[in-house]
């Protein structure tokens, strides 16, 4: 399993950025996706989950109607769409994969929110 995301940088507050996660080395559309964050000094948490089919998606409540969880099947790619982004939303953003009780995850992608 490989999990590479991509995508991040430095975005003034109100701005946007679109990560996105290439997987390989597993049947992609048969798993759920998420996305985590990880804030200076603060535990890691998720952000977004989007099912194998594409259809079903959660987010956490501090993201709900900013962030767009969505995936592509044909490329394996899974991608968050961060609008009206907050100095809060400053984290490393990673990409997850549980397949069979085990967590895979990716190096992470740097997000910084500042004026």
């Known amino acids: 399993v490989q999990l590479v995301e991509s995508g991040g940088g430095l975005v003034q507050p109100g701005g946007s950025l679109r990560l996105s996660c290439a997987a390989s080395?597993?049947?992609?559309?048969?798993?759920?996706m998420s996305w985590y964050r990880q804030a200076p000094g603060k535990e890691r948490e998720l952000v977004a989950t989007v099912a194998g089919a594409g259809v079903s998606t959660n987010y956490a409540d501090s993201v709900k109607g900013r962030f767009t969880i969505s995936r592509d099947n044909a490329k394996n790619t899974v991608t968050l769409q961060m609008n009206s982004l907050k100095p809060e939303d400053t984290a490393v953003y990673y990409c997850k994969l549980r397949k069979r009780g085990v967590d895979y995850w990716g190096k992470g992608t740097l997000v910084t929110v500042s004026s």
């Open positions: 080395g597993f049947t992609f559309s048969s798993y759920a």
